[in-house]
């Protein structure tokens, strides 16, 4: 089973800024087959970014996701105050497994 | 726009049978491009996918190796539904469970409002 390896844990940013996620597979998953989704507190996730740098229908395109084999990297250009949650990557397609989330608060 | 309402009991007993339904609306589940998730989320282990069917000429079924032989998804074409059953359950099956659609195609999903189902006695 793919093991899927956020950093870092908490990413502390001023609305603003931009954030950088890092999303690292135990094993070559490819390109195809690696999803960003966002979560927001008391809410469910959703689909921000799938095939690793497609953006999801209605998702703003300060969100980019780029990657391959094994190193993804989720960016938010700009931090809007809507974008303090928590992230997690998404192996999809035969296994399914989530990373264990990098959350993003407000400095 | 397509919306998922799920449905379940929030408390089971520890070797009982878990069951949670989606019912969906806005879309068909019979679509030939949508794949039926279930996933769970808990403090301890965190977003787990548990499974999920789809169609594409027959219904396929994929299951977490975690939780296989315990774990069955069930489309109903009649009610435009589809069902998780957790067999055997323990206090470590207690989590928040959710539905969602997902077409990786179009770049798309929908998740249901979630179910809190407790495990105890």
């Known amino acids: 089973e793919t093991v899927l390896t956020q950093s870092p844990g908490t990413l502390s940013l001023s609305p603003g800024e931009r954030a950088t996620l890092s999303c690292r597979a135990s094993q070559n998953i490819g390109s195809n087959y690696l999803a960003w989704y966002q979560q927001r507190p008391g809410q469910a996730p959703r689909l921000l970014i799938y095939?690793?740098?497609n953006r999801a229908t209605g998702i703003p395109d300060r969100f980019s996701g780029i990657g391959s084999g094994t190193d993804f990297t989720l960016t938010i250009s700009r931090l809007e105050p809507e974008d303090f949650a928590v992230y997690y990557c998404?192996?999809?397609?035969?296994?399914?497994?989530f990373g264990q989330g990098t959350k993003v608060e407000i400095k | 726009q397509v919306q998922l309402q799920q449905s379940g009991p929030g408390l089971v007993r520890p070797s009982q049978t878990l069951s949670v339904t989606c019912v969906i609306s806005g879309d068909n589940i019979s679509t030939n491009v949508a794949s039926w998730n279930w996933i769970r989320q808990s403090p301890s282990r965190g977003l787990e996918w548990l499974g999920r069917?789809?169609?594409?000429?027959?219904?396929?079924?994929e299951y977490a190796e975690a939780v296989r032989g315990r774990v069955t998804i069930n489309p109903d074409t009649s009610k435009n539904q589809f069902s998780l059953q957790l067999n055997s359950v323990t206090p470590e099956d207690t989590a928040v469970y959710y539905c969602?659609?997902?077409?990786?195609?179009?770049?798309?999903?929908?998740w249901g409002q979630g179910t809190t189902v407790t495990v105890s006695s």
């Open positions: 969602e659609a997902v077409d990786y195609y179009n770049g798309m999903d929908v």
């Open positions: 095939g690793a740098s």
């Open positions: 998404q192996k999809y397609g035969g296994s399914y497994t």
């Open positions: 069917t789809y169609y594409r000429s027959k219904w396929y079924y």
